[in-house]
């Protein structure tokens, strides 16, 4: 082996680990931003909100009709977050309509990989397999769902990601419904 291709052949292994090493930061630091700021506590659009602007978060998105005391309304805002990791997007979403009452707290992280989000996220929150999960009919999306409970109440936990496809992306979903539909 000449010294120049051994000289490559590390270059190539330092790279490799240090992708490896930031998949796993990244991951981690996507799963603990999730349970702090989603999972630690029930969906509540008001306190995420609240929060969002004590922090100086940017606005990315506010859209629908906000909070009414009768009728439907359906209302996202969401804001873009830095982490030392990367970018992603948190929401919260409040809605009322014939199907009943929901608040979620969601995050979208494009540059996430499903996998080791995954991992990670069932084991920081002890879940087990996931109650449902199945594979876009196009092949390029997997979706897990889980039923926790958070606070004594049941949720839904759902993470979308592009793991089928070896492609980045994913989507962490907690949505509580908090009246049934009529």
């Not at 000449?2 to 330092?14: D, I, N, P, Q, S």
């Not at 509540?44 to 506010?62: Q, S, T, Y």
């Not at 089928?164 to 539909?181: C, E, K």
Request: with cysteine.
């Amino acid at each position: 082996m000449t010294k120049g291709f051994g000289e490559t052949v590390l270059a190539l292994a330092v790279l490799l680990c240090a992708a490896v090493a930031h998949a796993d930061e990244r991951s981690a630091a996507i799963v603990e931003a999730f349970r702090a700021t989603c999972v630690a506590e029930l969906p509540n659009f008001a306190r995420i909100d609240a929060k969002a602007m004590a922090e100086h978060l940017p606005v990315n998105m506010d859209a629908g009709t906000p909070r009414q005391p009768e009728g439907p309304f359906n209302h996202i805002k969401s804001w873009m977050v830095s982490l030392p990791t990367g970018t992603h997007e948190l929401s919260a979403v409040e809605a009322r309509g014939p199907s009943g009452e929901v608040a979620t707290c969601a995050m979208t992280v494009p540059d996430a990989l499903g996998e080791e989000v995954k991992q990670d996220l069932t084991k920081a929150l002890d879940l087990g397999p996931a109650e449902r999960e199945a594979i876009s009919p196009d092949g390029a999306r997997r979706s897990s769902a889980w039923r926790v409970k958070v606070q004594g109440e049941g949720v839904i936990l759902l993470l979308i990601d592009g793991s089928p496809a070896n492609g980045p992306g994913a989507y962490l979903n907690l949505t509580h419904r908090l009246v049934a539909g009529s």
